[in-house]
């Protein structure tokens, strides 16, 4: 069954990196859709950046040169790279498969 493992989430400073990880599981992640949202206390959750099969990539307009998308098809995971993290990102991020299928998210908290 298909099956989302988010990790990496911390706390950092502002300034600080951290990179999340999404192993997957069930299917391959090279043949889907998939994205990192986040979700911030009290706040709906909302797209942070996504790659598609042709790995094409998106990002929103706070996530754009500041975070990476990026998949290990060897490993069937996908990556999310934060730099320059601000007090504003923190939040639980999630992965998802085409917004189908969502992992159980993992927090990243700046201070």
């Known amino acids: 069954h298909v099956q989302l493992v988010e990790s990496g989430g911390g706390s950092v400073q502002a300034g600080g990196s951290l990179r999340l990880s999404c192993a997957a599981s069930?299917?391959?992640?090279?043949?889907?859709?998939m994205a990192w949202f986040r979700q911030a206390p009290g706040k709906e959750r909302e797209a942070v950046a996504a790659v598609v099969t042709d790995g094409i990539k998106s990002y929103t307009h706070s996530a754009k040169g500041r975070f990476t998308i990026s998949k290990d098809d060897a490993k069937n995971t996908l990556y999310l790279q934060l730099n320059s993290l601000k007090t504003e990102d923190t939040a639980m991020y999630y992965c998802?498969?085409?917004?189908?299928?969502w992992g159980q998210g993992t927090q990243v908290t700046v201070s």
């Open positions: 069930g299917f391959t992640v090279s043949t889907y859709c």
């Open positions: 998802t498969r085409g917004a189908s299928y």
